[in-house]
């Protein structure tokens, strides 16, 4: 997968979401995607619990990510979001919150740190720090599929339904983390690693379901 760099317009939009993600944010960027109050009282709650079964469809994902980085070619941004549906409910786990995770891992599939985008890695799996870039998988499918099942991992004991791709998996406190606030200090070393994620989520929903 080649580099993908944000453009102007999703640069902006990116950057609200990460001052929302902030302990004193200035701006709450839900609140500027559904103007009427008649479709904000529409907008279910979003999701914390990772197992379950995602309520936004392929296509608002891809329209959600295209909204932030316009320069993913919209047919890639369309099986992108498709192959997160799918490994995800094989699994069991919520494709919702692994596509936000996803998000906020990679920039919207930006990149810019440890991680390259031709490294299929959309978690940051590995990613510790110069001399550890981070793990690599030789296809978009399986890097996906590894997020998932870390993701499963950390929610629940239960065994996994694919063949296992997850090179950290065993590393895993099995069922130690069910919600997304839990993955703070084990996941990720940022204590609001959770927040963070919950602020793109509801930001997907007023996306999904404000428009």
Same mark, same amino acid.
């Given at each position: 997968?080649?580099?993908?760099?944000?453009?102007? &317009?999703?640069?902006?939009?990116?950057?609200?979401?990460?001052?929302?993600?902030?302990?004193?944010?200035?701006?709450?960027?839900?609140? &500027?995607?559904?103007?009427?109050?008649?479709?904000?009282?529409?907008?279910?709650?979003?999701?914390?619990?990772?197992?379950?079964?995602?309520?936004?469809?392929?296509?608002?994902?891809?329209?959600?990510?295209?909204?932030?980085?316009?320069?993913?070619?919209?047919?890639?941004?369309?099986?992108?979001?498709?192959?997160?549906?799918?490994?995800?409910?094989?699994?069991?786990?919520?494709?919702?919150?692994?596509?936000?995770?996803?998000?906020?891992?990679?920039?919207?599939?930006?990149?810019?740190?440890?991680?390259?985008?031709?490294?299929?890695?959309?978690?940051?799996?590995?990613?510790?720090?110069?001399?550890?870039?981070?793990?690599?998988?030789?296809? &978009?499918?399986?890097?996906?599929?590894?997020?998932?099942?870390?993701?499963?991992?950390?929610?629940?004991?239960?065994?996994?339904?694919?063949?296992?791709?997850?090179?950290?998996?065993?590393?895993?406190?099995?069922?130690?983390?069910?919600?997304?606030?839990?993955?703070?200090?084990?996941?990720?070393?940022?204590?609001?690693?959770?927040?963070?994620?919950?602020?793109?989520?509801?930001?997907?929903?007023?996306?999904?379901?404000?428009?």
């Amino acid at each position: 997968m080649r580099a993908i760099q944000l453009g102007l &317009t999703g640069f902006i939009f990116f950057m609200v979401l990460l001052a929302s993600c902030s302990s004193a944010p200035k701006y709450r960027a839900a609140d &500027t995607l559904v103007p009427e109050e008649s479709k904000r009282a529409e907008i279910p709650e979003s999701p914390e619990l990772i197992l379950g079964r995602g309520s936004i469809g392929s296509d608002k994902l891809a329209e959600f990510l295209l909204t932030v980085n316009p320069r993913i070619e919209k047919p890639f941004a369309q099986k992108f979001a498709q192959l997160y549906v799918d490994e995800a409910a094989m699994e069991g786990v919520n494709h919702d919150i692994a596509f936000s995770q996803m998000c906020l891992e990679t920039g919207f599939l930006s990149f810019g740190g440890l991680v390259k985008p031709d490294m299929n890695n959309f978690c940051g799996l590995g990613a510790i720090g110069p001399g550890q870039e981070g793990e690599s998988f030789p296809s &978009t499918q399986i890097g996906i599929r590894a997020q998932i099942q870390h993701l499963k991992a950390y929610a629940t004991e239960e065994p996994l339904k694919q063949p296992l791709v997850d090179p950290r998996y065993r590393w895993v406190r099995y069922g130690s983390a069910p919600t997304i606030y839990e993955l703070a200090g084990a996941w990720a070393v940022d204590r609001d690693y959770g927040k963070k994620i919950k602020n793109i989520l509801d930001n997907l929903y007023a996306v999904a379901y404000g428009s």
